[in-house]
Nanobody
Framework: QVYLLESGGGSVQAGGSLRLSCVAS????????MGWFRQRAGQERERVAG???????TYADSVKGRFTISKVNAKNTLYLQMNNLQPEDTAMYYC???????????????????WGQGTQVTVSA
């Protein structure tokens, strides 16, 4: 069992920045792929960014150049730096773990096994 706890969400104006954190209960960031997902009200959960065990990263087209996923294995912590936030980024953000041995951090939500409770990000125009 892996436990994940997100933090760092909040309310910002368009153009602002936030950094989300996700603390894992074990050596998760060094052992597995991890990802950030978001879910807007009334919509399905969508992939935002993923990071593989070797640190390679992937991003959704909508956030490329604005968001950066990273991890600190020694702290069992995953991050999502979000810059130039826009109203369409408003959503609940979740971190998740992919247990597949061949993962590259680019799979979809239904492939991930463990999820945090989420942290809300609200961006006003």
């Amino acid at each position: 069992q892996v436990y994940l706890l997100e933090s760092g969400g909040g309310s910002v104006q368009a153009g602002g920045s936030l950094r989300l954190s996700c603390v894992a209960s074990s050596y998760t960031p060094s052992s597995y792929c991890m990802g950030w997902f978001r879910q807007r009200a009334g919509q399905e959960r969508e992939r935002v960014a993923g990071i593989a065990r070797d640190g390679s990263t992937t991003y959704a087209d909508s956030v490329k150049g604005r968001f950066t996923i990273s991890k600190v294995n020694a702290k069992n912590t995953l991050y999502l730096q979000m810059n130039n936030l826009q109203p369409e980024d408003t959503a609940m953000y979740y971190c998740a773990v992919d247990l597949w041995v061949h993962c590259r951090g680019d799979r979809e939500a239904f492939d991930y096994s463990y999820w945090g409770q989420g942290t809300q990000v609200t961006v006003s125009a």
